[in-house]
């Protein structure tokens, strides 16, 4: 898998149909699964209130540094949560 993806993301590439763990390879049991799409709508909920507060578009670029530094953290924030999802037990 390519190294610049992030481990959420890798669950997600096309092609491989069952989401595992890129740490472990152990397939994700589906309450895990749920949660980490949970996450994945509050990180774009909250990049498309971003978008709509600067007025730019979803997929767009940034529109200034401020808007960017919010976009590097949202996906800080959602790379630990998902961490904590999914080895909230270690």
């Known amino acids: ?13 096309p092609g491989l149909g069952v989401p595992v763990d890129p740490w472990t390879g152990w397939v994700l049991p589906p309450v895990v699964v749920e949660r980490l799409k949970k996450l994945k709508e509050a990180e774009r909920a909250f990049r498309l209130a971003l978008h709509e507060r600067y007025g730019t578009t979803e997929g767009s670029r940034p529109g200034n540094r401020r808007m960017a530094l919010a976009f590097t953290n949202i996906e800080q924030a959602t790379q630990w949560a998902a961490a904590a999802v999914m080895h909230g037990d270690d």
Request: no cysteine; aromatic share 0%; net charge neutral.
């Open 1 to 13: 898998m390519s190294g610049s993806a992030r481990p959420n993301d890798q669950m997600h590439l």
